[in-house]
């Protein structure tokens, strides 16, 4: 009989979840907020770029926007608004969060708007296809040949009035192939030297780029990160970037945004046994 109770029991409680429970679940759960991201996927053309803006710092971002829907700054003075329609150019002051600071290119007026009102997502976005564009376009350009580092110096003509002529000497056993000339005074001019070939560019070992980069970072010139935030060391593949071969060094970092932290990734670029300088792995831009 006692177990008969609890049947029912479980029974009534399911029943009446099942009837009552749409309608109270609205009233015990709140659906959570949808938040912006500073992350947005741009369109150019064909191409699809992810523009995050946690990884641009005021340096990177470009000096001038234009309007994407119309808004109302108040002017500076502060007895007014000044409206400001699609196209309209303005200065890009900073970044804060979703906001941008801009200003009137003539000084007017002043203000934060939502990014969104703005072209700067697009801005950046072609900025990189321009860049890949340039890559696919051009490709890699060869050097320009250089000159001899020493090469031989031209046969000048006698003197005026001197009417012996330079006596060119052929090449002897004895002077190993090099040739001698005899001008003023009989005197014996040694031959200069070929060129010399330019060494290889050093190649280092995965042990001694992941050396290279503690040795780079501890010293303090990079002001993006510093070691104790690195998670990970390694080498990465051999790139070629605008025409020039790097052997590449990859980190993961955590770094402090807005949103908490958040691990970030970046390339040590190096070039003859040297650091040439860090990038942001994901977008390419240059860390300082």
Known sequence: MRYAKFAIIVFVLFFLGYVLGPT????????????????????IQSAIYEIDLAEYRTDD?????????????????GEGVKLLTRGTEVKLLNRDGLELIIETTDGVAKGRVDIETTDLYGVL???KFDKDAGKVAGGPTSAPPKPPVNPPPPVNPPPVGDPTPPVVTPPT??????MATTGDGGKDEPDKLPPTP???DKKLSPDEIVALMKKFIAAGTLKEF????????????DES?????????????????????KPVNAKALIKGGEVDRW???????EMR
Do not use: H, R
């Not at 109270?24 to 741009?42: C, D, Q, R």
């Not at 971002?61 to 003075?77: C, D, F, G, R, Y």
């Not at 056993?173 to 090099?178: I, L, M, N, Q, S």
């Not at 990038?279 to 831009?285: E, I, N, P, T, Y």
């Open 226 to 237: 510093k070691a104790e935030q690195v998670v990970t060391w390694k080498a990465g593949e």
């Open 61 to 77: 971002l470009p000096k001038i926007v234009k309007i994407a829907k119309q808004i109302k700054l108040e002017t500076n003075s």
């Open 24 to 43: 109270i679940t609205p009233m015990l759960v709140k659906e959570k907020k949808a938040t912006s991201s500073l992350v947005k996927n741009v369109k």
């Open 279 to 285: 990038v942001f792995a994901k977008s390419g831009m």
């Open 125 to 127: 976005a072609q900025a």
């Open 241 to 261: 970037i605008d025409g020039v071969n790097y052997q590449i060094g990859l980190v993961t970092y955590k770094a402090q945004t807005i949103f908490g932290e």
């Open 173 to 178: 056993p004895e002077t190993g192939g090099a």
């Open 198 to 200: 330019e060494p290889a």
